[in-house]
């Protein structure tokens, strides 16, 4: 139990759990002392207070796995979703079940979204609800997962006021720029494919990023022909900045995704966003 609350805040932290350490004499007097990670101000209560109990001083004040996994799903949904009123709609949607695998149709979950948040559907227009179907709905049957609504969450969050949540979705996914769901390889291959027809022009796109919630990602080629990604994080405000060692001493947050492109059009010439967006029907 002890060392599974030292790699879940490994995994949670991404980082070394004791980098000034040396030696092994060194590291057992230091555990001995009590010392432990510092837990992050900004994570849900649920999960520090997971963390801070498998690793007690005392092994008989541990959990039992039993009690950690029951627990972990709440856990789970704390650091997923850290919006309030999007928990809300989980525990109506997905609470009891077995959520990953649980798909909700879409009529459904606009009824408890309703429900929970009483959108003004005299300013949320149609187009509003046919953005925010695009990306949270599987295509093939018009359904909402778990997951899924976890990352829209994170990418457009706060739900509230409503209409601004769903104006940071319409005002994003009908840029040409933005692709949406593509792979790093898919990425790849469309701006390499772009810019080998016009070596003069700096083709780029934006797209989900894959494995960072909250996250986006550019791609776009250098003047030398390198493919070059680059991540778009948000911090613990939600606010937006570009993750580049390069930039770093010159750090710049934004509060919406407009005034970044602005930012980082410059900042690496980009020229010419690759066409084809799966978006563009949205923008008629």
């Not at 309030?84 to 649980?102: A, C, E, F, P």
């Not at 695009?134 to 209409?163: E, H």
């Not at 994003?172 to 949406?180: A, C, D, K, T, V």
């Amino acid at each position: 139990v002890y060392g599974f609350g030292l790699i879940l805040w490994e995994l949670m932290t991404m980082e070394d759990l004791f980098p000034d350490i040396k030696g092994k004499e060194e590291l057992t007097d230091f555990i001995i002392e009590h010392n432990r990670p510092p837990l992050k101000s900004y994570w849900p209560s649920s999960l520090r207070r997971m963390i801070s109990t498998c690793w007690d001083p005392d092994p008989e004040t541990r959990p039992f796995f039993e009690e950690i996994m029951f627990n972990f799903g709440q856990v789970e949904v704390d650091v997923l979703c850290r919006d309030l009123n999007g928990r809300r709609i989980i525990d109506s949607l997905w609470k009891g079940k077995h959520y990953r695998g649980v798909k909700i149709y879409f009529r459904d979950f606009q009824k408890v979204f309703t429900d929970v948040l009483n959108p003004d559907y005299t300013i949320i227009k149609p187009r509003h609800i046919k953005c925010l179907q695009a990306i949270l709905c599987d295509p093939f049957d018009d359904t909402v997962d778990f997951k899924r609504f976890c990352n829209v969450v994170a990418w457009f969050g706060p739900l509230s006021p409503p209409f601004d949540f769903f104006d940071r979705i319409k005002l994003l996914i009908s840029r040409p720029y933005f692709h949406g769901f593509l792979s790093y390889t898919k990425a790849n291959q469309l701006v390499y494919y772009k810019s080998t027809q016009n070596r003069r022009v700096t083709y780029y796109l934006y797209r989900f990023s894959n494995n960072n919630l909250g996250g986006f990602v550019l791609t776009y080629c250098d003047p030398a022909g390198n493919i070059c990604h680059k991540k778009i994080q948000r911090d613990e405000d939600g606010m937006l900045f570009i993750d580049d060692p390069s930039l770093i001493s010159n750090r710049v947050e934004f509060d919406n995704f407009h005034q970044l492109h602005k930012t980082l059009k410059n900042t690496y010439h980009l020229k010419k966003p690759v066409p084809g967006s799966p978006f563009r029907y949205l923008r008629k």
